[in-house]
């Protein structure tokens, strides 16, 4: 194999490729991407930035036990974290829009 051909199958900075989501969904925006939900739904989650984050999987696990002790994703956990800490240092936008709140909407089921 030549390194050319090494570089295709790696990527062009000769690092690893990027991880692909493995729960067979598809990046937002994708040919591939699932249509699931409201139209609402799903212009508000291609309005939010995708990023691969790279964890230390026994800092990935403390971090999932403690987002299901207070009832959210991973995912959840990390931005109610970043901006926490965002908040805390003085550095969180002010036009940044609250977290989007998950599960049925409140209302009067009585």
Same mark, same amino acid.
């Given at each position: 194999?030549? @390194?050319?051909?090494? =570089?295709?199958?790696? $990527?062009?900075? $000769? +690092?690893? @490729?990027?991880?692909?989501?493995?729960?067979?969904? #598809?990046?937002?925006g994708t040919p591939g991407a699932?249509?699931? +939900?409201?139209?609402?739904?799903? #212009?508000?989650?291609?309005?939010?930035?995708?990023?691969?984050? =790279?964890? !230390?999987?026994?800092?990935?696990?403390?971090? #999932?036990?403690?987002? $299901?002790?207070?009832?959210?994703?991973?995912?959840?956990?990390?931005?109610?974290?970043? %901006? =926490?800490?965002?908040?805390?240092? +003085? =550095?969180? @936008? $002010? +036009?940044?829009?609250?977290?989007?709140?998950?599960? %049925? @909407?409140?209302?009067?089921? !009585?």
């Open positions: 194999m030549s @390194p050319d051909e090494g =570089r295709e199958r790696r $990527g062009d900075d $000769g +690092g690893v @490729p990027p991880a692909r989501p493995d729960d067979g969904s #598809a990046e937002v699932r249509d699931t +939900g409201s139209a609402g739904t799903r #212009a508000a989650r291609a309005a939010r930035k995708q990023v691969l984050l =790279r964890l !230390d999987p026994l800092v990935y696990d403390a971090l #999932a036990r403690w987002a $299901g002790d207070e009832l959210r994703s991973a995912n959840a956990q990390i931005e109610f974290l970043l %901006r =926490r800490a965002l908040r805390e240092a +003085g =550095r969180l @936008p $002010g +036009g940044a829009k609250p977290i989007p709140r998950r599960g %049925r @909407p409140p209302g009067g089921d !009585d």
